[in-house]
């Protein structure tokens, strides 16, 4: 007998058909919505070999105790099977041990990444509460995603206003009603549309950047064509990876030279104009920097940047900046110098006119709802004062007691001795895998929860198996969402595995905390809901049973009509930033006070150590992009059948331009080494039209397969392992991954299998 229930993931709401036996025997999105390839994951990961089965401790771990450990993650090395009672027991007294002897700043909780996409079995938060509950833990704090605007934002625009550009940007449907041209940097990519943290109820995103299509003229700078979605009809200018901010600041010269730039919102709303123009004209360095001066960095056609800029102060404007181009070195460059052109336009807070930062990097970015309040399980509080930007893990755990420069301070790195991780994969969204290995080999002790053999999993000491999105009950609903859903379990849990709430709950037991206040995952569901609807503006919906019963409640909030900056654009004074001015600081003091040798206080061009005129270009003659798949979220579930079908010859594919094909005898299909600075790689070639010549691109997500260094240090294709582990700046401290020069030579040994789906060698001892 077939059973269908709705279930929700990051990438959206869908409908899953489970056996008696609890196998998916079939996936489909709702009638009415669009699929997300994802989604062709599910059935193949469900009940994949790769499954973590039974609570499982590394044996050098179990044999010789807590320590440093150089072989920690060594293929094949065997990992025992063990009972619950007795995995529980092995934790809760390390962490007693630990906690006791160094302290609970000791206790590193990790859990980046995108787990459940649950309100109550949402890894992050449940860990933070365990970890809050029994003394607390060093954090980590913003993202990988965007994490150079995070802490850039603030000084140029206050704290407000750049949370309001995350949460009430300039809409799609206001581009629709009021945007002449959308110029974006980097492109508007269908699949980024498809994911939102929590999921939506329906996709929408690439129905809305379509239909603003019919109204609005779209350029796209970029290195790729296809960045811009279908249906978008964009003009593509081609761009060279990391050297955006030289076109930006070209055109910035243009409307200053030629009498285009808005004289008069520079004066009103903003400080520091004076200094930029001095900069795009030379006056300060020597250098004007024009439109032939920025073809000679980015190759965009000086005569096109001209009238571009013409074309931008012609109508109404919105000038895109999309995350991914500040993932790379020097990232809070790109994003400075896209507020500062929009503010020498002087459209900023108009209608469907200004900057944006995002438009095609997420699916709730730009939908124009409100983000009502969700229910969200309660964290309580961290009494351990010491944090880390998230994409310095390595660091943390390399250089312990080390001084780190951040957002214009300094954090002193403690020293770590455990890391408890839930969740997440930093194998798929940290660089340099080679140094992250090294890294934790420093600590103690590693605990993961996975649902799946992940290279994390197999890199912890203690694997604690977790049920998947599909075996617990949960609600479900994404920023800007129509719908808070239910998303009962499909299946029966695989094996031994248990929700993270009761596993938490056992080890709080036996730490002297209290995890779950005795309530099981149906009740804490009904608590959450309960408190949400009954909460001071909550949307009309109806008590938990009748929810659960019709499989969610529709939210009721509307579309925001003032988008950021409205009101500051309509009376500057009666409406400031929180800036040290009230306005937009192009110039900002506060970074010109940091007096860091990677970071000036107005945007500017700084020649990137990597980039495709670099002295290394001579060795690494192709830049690569490194950008987020369409066939899988991140690293989810990439065994399935939709990320498996874009293999070539079961490695992660790399795009190629003809040309640069053709120069290195290669074509589709064949096996190719890729090297650069940090490791080196195996993939298959896909040759495509769609780059720049000099451009190389591949997915990130390809799971780590280290099982033959003597060819390559990951076979199956995981690019991390050439990214490098080097922040944007020290200002900002984000990670510069986005791209890398490297070199590509056919490989015409051996191919090695990839081994990067198997379990460890397993041991169940004897009664079990």
Same mark, same amino acid.
């Given at each position: 007998?077939?059973?269908?229930?709705?279930?929700?993931? @990051?990438?959206?709401?869908?409908?899953?058909?489970?056996?008696?036996?609890?196998?998916?025997?079939?996936?489909?999105?709702?009638?009415?919505?669009?699929?997300?390839?994802?989604?062709? &994951?599910?059935?193949?990961?469900?009940?994949?070999?790769?499954?973590?089965?039974?609570?499982?401790?590394?044996?050098?771990?179990?044999?010789?105790?807590?320590?440093?450990?150089?072989?920690?993650?060594?293929?094949?090395?065997?990992?025992?099977?063990?009972?619950?009672?007795?995995?529980?027991?092995?934790?809760?007294?390390?962490?007693?041990?630990?906690?006791?002897?160094?302290?609970?700043?000791?206790?590193?909780?990790?859990?980046?990444?995108?787990?459940?996409?649950?309100?109550?079995?949402?890894?992050?938060?449940?860990?933070?509460?365990?970890?809050?509950?029994?003394?607390?833990?060093?954090?980590?704090?913003?993202?990988?995603?965007?994490?150079?605007?995070?802490?850039?934002?603030?000084?140029?625009?206050?704290?407000?206003?750049?949370? /309001?550009?995350?949460?009430?940007?300039?809409?799609?449907?206001?581009?629709?009603?009021?945007?002449?041209?959308?110029?974006?940097?980097?492109?508007?990519?269908?699949? &980024?549309?498809?994911?939102?943290?929590?999921?939506?109820?329906? @996709?929408?995103?690439?129905?809305?950047?379509?239909?603003?299509?019919?109204?609005?003229?779209?350029?796209?700078?970029?290195? *790729?064509?296809?960045?811009?979605?279908?249906?978008?009809?964009?003009?593509?200018?081609?761009?060279?990876?990391?050297?955006?901010?030289?076109?930006?600041?070209?055109?910035?010269?243009?409307?200053?030279?030629?009498?285009? %730039?808005?004289?008069?919102?520079?004066?009103?709303?903003?400080?520091?104009?004076?200094?930029?123009?001095?900069?795009?004209?030379?006056?300060?360095?020597?250098?004007?920097?024009?439109?032939?001066?920025?073809?000679?960095?980015?190759?965009?056609?000086?005569?096109?940047?001209?009238?571009?800029?013409?074309?931008?102060?012609?109508?109404?404007?919105?000038?895109?900046?999309?995350?991914?181009?500040?993932?790379? $070195?020097?990232?809070?460059?790109?994003?400075?110098?896209?507020?500062?052109?929009?503010?020498?336009?002087? *459209?900023?807070?108009?209608?469907?006119?200004?900057?944006?930062?995002?438009?095609?990097?997420?699916?709730?970015?730009?939908?124009?709802?409100?983000?009502?309040?969700?229910?969200?399980?309660?964290?309580?509080?961290?009494?351990?004062? $010491?944090?880390?930007?998230?994409?310095?893990?390595?660091?943390?755990?390399?250089?312990?007691?080390?001084?780190?420069?951040?957002?214009?301070?300094?954090?002193?790195?403690?020293?770590?001795?455990?890391?408890?991780?839930?969740?997440?994969?930093?194998?798929?969204?940290?660089?340099?895998?080679?140094?992250?290995?090294?890294?934790?080999?420093?600590? /103690?002790?590693?605990?993961? @929860?996975?649902?799946?053999?992940?290279?994390?999993?197999?890199?912890?000491?203690?694997?604690?198996?977790?049920?998947?999105?599909? $075996?617990?009950?949960?609600?479900?609903?994404?920023?800007?969402?129509?719908?808070?859903?239910?998303?009962?379990?499909?299946?029966?849990?695989? %094996?031994?595995?248990?929700?993270?709430?009761?596993?938490?709950?056992?080890?709080?037991?036996?730490?002297?905390?209290?995890?779950?206040?005795?309530?099981?995952?149906?009740?804490?569901?009904?608590?959450?809901?309960?408190?949400?609807?009954?909460?001071?503006?909550?949307?009309?919906?109806?008590?938990?049973?009748?929810?659960?019963?019709?499989?969610?409640?529709?939210?009721?909030?509307?579309?925001?009509?003032?988008?950021?900056?409205?009101?500051?654009?309509?009376?500057?004074?009666?409406?400031?930033?929180?800036?040290?001015?009230?306005?937009?600081?192009?110039?900002?003091?506060?970074?010109?006070?940091?007096?860091?040798?990677?970071?000036?206080?107005?945007?500017?061009?700084?020649?990137?150590?990597?980039?495709?005129?670099?002295?290394?270009?001579?060795?690494?003659?192709?830049?690569?992009?490194?950008?987020?798949?369409?066939?899988?979220?991140?690293?989810?579930? /990439?065994?399935?059948?939709?990320?498996?079908?874009?293999?070539?010859?079961?490695?992660?594919?790399?795009?190629?331009?003809?040309?640069?094909?053709?120069?290195?005898?290669?074509?589709?299909?064949?096996?190719?080494?890729?090297?650069?600075?940090?490791?080196?790689?195996?993939?298959?070639?896909?040759?495509?039209?769609?780059?720049?010549?000099?451009?190389?691109?591949?997915?990130?997500?390809?799971?780590?397969?280290?099982?033959?260094?003597?060819?390559?240090?990951?076979?199956?294709?995981?690019?991390?392992?050439?990214?490098? /582990?080097?922040?944007?700046?020290?200002?900002? *401290?984000?990670?510069?991954?986005?791209?890398?020069?490297?070199?590509?030579?056919?490989?015409?040994?051996?191919?090695?299998?990839?081994?990067?789906? $198997?379990?460890?060698?397993?041991?169940?001892?004897?009664?079990?």
């Amino acid at each position: 007998m077939i059973r269908t229930t709705e279930t929700s993931a @990051h990438w959206g709401s869908y409908l899953v058909d489970v056996d008696d036996a609890d196998r998916v025997v079939a996936v489909r999105p709702h009638a009415d919505d669009e699929a997300s390839p994802a989604m062709g &994951n599910v059935a193949g990961g469900h009940r994949h070999a790769s499954r973590v089965a039974r609570p499982s401790i590394r044996r050098g771990w179990l044999e010789r105790g807590p320590g440093p450990d150089g072989t920690r993650g060594a293929v094949d090395e065997e990992y025992v099977e063990v009972d619950w009672h007795t995995a529980l027991d092995l934790v809760a007294a390390e962490l007693e041990r630990v906690r006791t002897t160094f302290g609970n700043r000791a206790v590193f909780g990790g859990s980046y990444g995108w787990g459940s996409a649950g309100r109550l079995h949402h890894a992050q938060s449940q860990v933070h509460r365990f970890l809050n509950g029994i003394g607390g833990y060093v954090r980590s704090v913003n993202d990988y995603s965007r994490g150079a605007s995070l802490v850039l934002l603030p000084h140029l625009v206050g704290a407000p206003a750049a949370a /309001d550009v995350r949460l009430r940007p300039v809409s799609w449907p206001q581009v629709a009603e009021h945007t002449d041209l959308l110029v974006t940097f980097g492109g508007v990519r269908r699949s &980024n549309g498809w994911v939102v943290p929590g999921g939506h109820a329906r @996709h929408s995103a690439a129905a809305l950047a379509r239909s603003a299509a019919t109204t609005t003229r779209v350029v796209s700078l970029s290195a *790729q064509r296809d960045d811009a979605m279908d249906g978008l009809d964009a003009e593509w200018i081609g761009v060279m990876p990391g050297t955006d901010t030289a076109v930006m600041l070209a055109l910035v010269h243009v409307l200053v030279v030629d009498g285009l %730039a808005d004289e008069a919102f520079l004066a009103r709303h903003t400080v520091g104009a004076d200094r930029v123009r001095a900069y795009v004209l030379g006056e300060t360095d020597g250098v004007p920097k024009t439109p032939e001066w920025a073809e000679r960095i980015s190759r965009a056609p000086a005569a096109r940047i001209r009238e571009l800029a013409h074309e931008m102060a012609a109508g109404r404007t919105l000038v895109n900046v999309v995350y991914a181009l500040q993932r790379g $070195e020097r990232g809070e460059q790109p994003v400075f110098a896209g507020l500062t052109l929009a503010a020498f336009l002087g *459209q900023v807070g108009l209608p469907g006119g200004g900057f944006t930062h995002g438009l095609g990097s997420m699916g709730d970015y730009g939908g124009g709802r409100v983000s009502p309040r969700l229910p969200t399980f309660p964290q309580g509080s961290n009494p351990v004062a $010491e944090h880390i930007p998230c994409a310095r893990i390595a660091d943390l755990l390399l250089h312990p007691g080390a001084e780190l420069p951040y957002d214009g301070g300094v954090l002193r790195l403690p020293d770590v001795r455990l890391a408890y991780w839930a969740g997440g994969n930093p194998f798929h969204h940290h660089q340099d895998l080679r140094r992250l290995r090294t890294a934790l080999a420093r600590l /103690d002790t590693l605990v993961v @929860h996975e649902t799946h053999w992940t290279a994390t999993a197999k890199h912890a000491d203690v694997v604690l198996p977790v049920a998947s999105s599909l $075996e617990r009950d949960d609600v479900a609903a994404g920023p800007g969402d129509t719908r808070l859903r239910a998303s009962p379990a499909a299946s029966a849990p695989y %094996a031994e595995a248990r929700e993270e709430l009761w596993i938490f709950g056992r080890l709080a037991e036996r730490l002297g905390s209290d995890h779950d206040e005795g309530l099981d995952a149906r009740a804490w569901l009904e608590r959450l809901y309960e408190e949400w609807r009954t909460a001071p503006g909550a949307p009309p919906a109806p008590p938990f049973a009748d929810f659960w019963r019709d499989g969610g409640v529709d939210l009721a909030a509307g579309h925001y009509p003032d988008p950021v900056f409205t009101a500051f654009r309509a009376d500057p004074v009666a409406h400031p930033l929180a800036t040290p001015s009230g306005r937009i600081e192009l110039w900002s003091q506060s970074i010109a006070d940091a007096a860091l040798p990677d970071l000036g206080p107005h945007a500017e061009w700084r020649e990137p150590r990597r980039w495709w005129r670099s002295p290394d270009a001579h060795e690494y003659d192709l830049h690569l992009l490194c950008n987020q798949p369409s066939t899988r979220l991140h690293s989810q579930l /990439d065994m399935g059948a939709a990320s498996r079908a874009t293999k070539v010859a079961g490695r992660e594919p790399i795009r190629l331009h003809p040309d640069d094909a053709a120069a290195r005898g290669l074509r589709d299909g064949d096996v190719v080494r890729v090297t650069g600075a940090h490791g080196s790689l195996l993939a298959g070639v896909v040759v495509s039209d769609a780059l720049l010549t000099g451009v190389a691109q591949m997915h990130t997500g390809a799971w780590y397969d280290p099982s033959a260094p003597e060819v390559a240090d990951c076979v199956h294709g995981n690019v991390n392992v050439l990214t490098p /582990d080097e922040p944007t700046s020290s200002f900002s *401290q984000a990670t510069s991954g986005a791209h890398v020069l490297v070199r590509i030579e056919r490989y015409d040994g051996p191919l090695p299998p990839v081994r990067a789906h $198997e379990p460890p060698p397993l041991v169940r001892p004897a009664g079990r």
